[in-house]
């Protein structure tokens, strides 16, 4: 077994995107779920045995957490793999050990999933992150931890950088949580639950709630290692204590990864085939066939793939992305090309993601001479014709791959910071250009 990093090359700097001159016909591949990967990392640490995650992502979000985690104590191990994009993991449980630095990065798994495990740990742990996510919501987090007894350090900002004063255990309980800027502090919460003494029981205070197919995914990860979880009401949840079972499971596609390809058929009028798409999934990106039918777009499945076909055109519309506001990106994308403005609504805690998504949106629409509105919750998208233009990352993968979405259609947009797409897909580039073979000219 090797604990050497599987470190796949992603692009890097200024990417002028590709455009093409006939439809994209083509199949793809897509690696691991983040948001899976880190969530079974975070369990099999705390299992009662070892597990191994058979197809994991190897990105910059899942390396942040691992390292976090072997910060901590956990064994993890990298090991042979019949997958295409690195090898397996192998997780050995141990006892959570501080005195230890924790960078994460620009990844909101790591700071919120790692705050409510650091109280377990049997010393200080600081946490802390790139500068340009130190902006990201923390207050929730360090009040719940507060309210459960955990001494958190963050000199009065409510935010990171902060330390964890851990001191072997958590008792648990009852505790109230605004979970309405994002889903996470629920997960985060739930997930370390388990090793509390008396459980968890967990209420969300607040008028919204973001994401909910995230924390339905927390749930059947756990659940499916045996731990117990009611929700008496909607907003609650109870955990029992317990250990979870150590075991092996298997990744399933990154499917709001998958999102820039299978839009890729409807602006280019083609079809696009995405392999493995799980018949049932708690993942947001599950949405997309009925989101991109609404659109215009004709899907089918076959032999365990989703096919995405062009309609005859590409519909506005109003549309609600609240449970999957990840997609918002590319749904901007498609929407720039539609017979009629769309509006999308429900996705205003996106402002505070890796950059303001709506802001970077809009202001990238009209650098390319596109026309769009920032509304309460959402924004709303009037298409115009567009020209060729600096495309800006703002340090946000989905940013980046929104605007290489476009420039399938506007000859000469440039995105200034293709990297960035490391954060959850460092293949980005290698399997976009690999789609678009055989459909520039």
């Given at each position: 077994?090797?604990?050497?990093?599987?470190?796949?090359?992603?692009?890097?700097?200024?990417?002028?995107?590709?455009?093409?001159?006939?439809?994209?016909?083509?199949?793809?591949?897509?690696?691991?779920?983040?948001?899976?990967?880190?969530?079974?990392?975070?369990?099999?640490?705390?299992?009662?045995?070892?597990?191994?995650?058979?197809?994991?992502?190897?990105?910059?979000?899942?390396?942040?957490?691992?390292?976090?985690?072997?910060?901590?104590?956990?064994?993890?191990?990298?090991?042979?793999?019949?997958?295409?994009?690195?090898?397996?993991?192998?997780?050995?449980?141990?006892?959570l050990t501080g005195g230890i630095t924790i960078d994460c990065g620009q990844a909101g798994t790591v700071m919120r999933f790692i705050a409510p495990l650091a109280g377990i740990a049997d010393k200080d742990v600081h946490l802390t992150a790139d500068e340009n996510a130190l902006h990201r919501p923390m207050g929730a987090m360090i009040s719940a931890l507060r309210d459960l007894g955990i001494d958190v350090d963050d000199s009065g900002t409510w935010s990171l950088p902060f330390t964890v004063r851990g001191h072997g255990?958590?008792?648990?309980?009852?505790?109230?949580?605004?979970?309405?800027?994002?889903?996470?502090?629920?997960?985060?919460?739930?997930?370390?639950?388990?090793?509390?003494?008396?459980?968890?029981?967990?209420?969300?205070?607040?008028?919204?709630?973001?994401?909910?197919?995230?924390?339905?995914?927390?749930?059947?990860?756990?659940?499916?290692?045996?731990?117990?979880?009611?929700?008496?009401?909607?907003?609650?949840?109870?955990?029992?204590?317990?250990?979870?079972?150590?075991?092996?499971?298997?990744?399933?596609?990154?499917?709001?990864?998958?999102?820039?390809?299978?839009?890729?058929?409807?602006?280019?009028?083609?079809?696009?085939?995405?392999?493995?798409?799980?018949?049932?999934?708690?993942?947001?990106?599950?949405?997309?066939?009925?989101?991109?039918?609404?659109?215009?777009?004709?899907?089918?499945?076959?032999?365990?793939?989703?096919?995405?076909?062009?309609?005859?055109?590409?519909?506005?519309?109003?549309?609600?992305?609240s449970a999957a506001s990840e997609l918002t990106p590319t749904i901007v994308g498609l929407a720039a090309f539609a017979d009629a403005p769309t509006t999308i609504r429900g996705v205003g805690h996106i402002r505070t993601h890796e950059t303001d998504r709506i802001a970077a949106l809009i202001g990238n629409l009209r650098e390319l001479g596109g026309e769009a509105e920032e509304l309460p919750d959402g924004l709303r998208i009037i298409p115009r014709p567009l020209h060729g233009g600096t495309w800006r990352a703002h340090h946000d993968h989905r940013i980046a791959t929104t605007g290489a979405l476009i420039g399938l259609r506007v000859p000469g947009v440039e995105i200034d910071d293709i990297g960035t797409t490391a954060k959850t897909l460092p293949e980005f580039t290698l399997l976009w250009e690999r789609m678009l073979k055989g459909a520039i000219a």
């Open positions: 077994m090797s604990t050497q990093r599987y470190s796949p090359a992603p692009a890097r700097g200024a990417y002028l995107a590709p455009d093409v001159a006939l439809p994209v016909h083509a199949s793809v591949t897509i690696p691991g779920s983040k948001s899976l990967t880190n969530r079974e990392l975070m369990i099999a640490a705390i299992a009662d045995g070892p597990g191994r995650l058979l197809r994991p992502l190897h990105s910059d979000d899942s390396r942040r957490m691992v390292d976090a985690l072997r910060s901590l104590g956990v064994g993890i191990e990298e090991v042979p793999s019949d997958g295409e994009f690195g090898p397996d993991l192998l997780v050995t449980p141990a006892p255990r958590i008792r648990g309980g009852r505790v109230e949580i605004d979970a309405s800027g994002s889903s996470q502090f629920i997960s985060g919460l739930l997930l370390a639950a388990p090793k509390f003494d008396v459980g968890l029981h967990l209420v969300h205070t607040g008028s919204t709630l973001p994401s909910v197919p995230h924390i339905d995914m927390t749930i059947e990860c756990l659940s499916r290692r045996g731990i117990r979880i009611e929700r008496p009401a909607v907003g609650e949840w109870l955990v029992e204590a317990g250990t979870p079972r150590g075991k092996d499971v298997a990744i399933e596609p990154d499917l709001s990864n998958a999102a820039p390809f299978l839009a890729a058929a409807m602006i280019t009028g083609g079809d696009v085939t995405v392999s493995d798409w799980p018949l049932h999934s708690t993942q947001p990106g599950a949405l997309l066939p009925d989101i991109l039918h609404a659109l215009g777009a004709h899907s089918s499945r076959h032999s365990g793939a989703l096919t995405v076909r062009a309609g005859d055109r590409i519909r506005g519309l109003e549309l609600d992305l």
